[in-house]
């Protein structure tokens, strides 16, 4: 199937898109709000190239709308292949990270965690680059924001 198969004038669709979305940005507005940074986050050792909290809302708010159009995508070009597979793997993977960290104060596992959705966007990004190229191309933000993350949990874990 092409890059242009998906018909955006087809409700079916536009809902299954917004549903996507709206799912993957709501659960990460639940998750963001109940595992915000605190005390424990502000007495970390950090480095200097740590970002101020308030840019992680609205950079995390973009990334899961292009998340949220990928993983619509590939569930309407096939809901059970493997890149909807890997998709689904990197979001729960996504979604256990700040808990990790902010809540159990895990640096370490949540050092894994990071490097297994880096891994999985990659993994997405190859597997979806043929036949879906859209996809693949929403995933390149995200592939670069979660690199960033991964040195910055990294730099935070070794400094503390």
Same mark, same amino acid.
């Given at each position: ?5 998906? /018909? ?29 940074? /605190? ?122």
């Amino acid at each position: 199937m092409d890059t242009l198969a998906l /018909d955006y004038r087809n409700p079916r669709t536009i809902i299954v898109t917004l549903l996507f979305i709206g799912i993957v940005v709501g659960v990460g507005a639940v998750i963001g709000t109940s595992t915000a940074p /605190d005390a424990w986050y502000a007495a970390l050792h950090k480095p200097p190239f740590n970002p101020p909290n308030w840019l992680f809302a609205p950079v995390w708010f973009a990334l899961y709308v292009l998340i949220g159009i990928a993983g619509a995508r590939t569930f309407l070009r096939d809901a059970s292949s493997p890149a909807m597979f890997i998709w689904a793997a990197q979001m729960v993977l996504n979604w256990a990270w700040s808990p990790t960290w902010f809540t159990l104060h895990l640096l370490w596992p949540a050092f894994a965690i990071i490097i297994a959705i880096f891994v999985l966007i990659v993994a997405f990004i190859a597997t979806t680059w043929r036949n879906d190229r859209i996809s693949a191309v929403l995933f390149m933000p995200y592939a670069a924001w979660v690199a960033f993350a991964s040195t910055l949990n990294l730099s935070i874990a070794v400094l503390n």
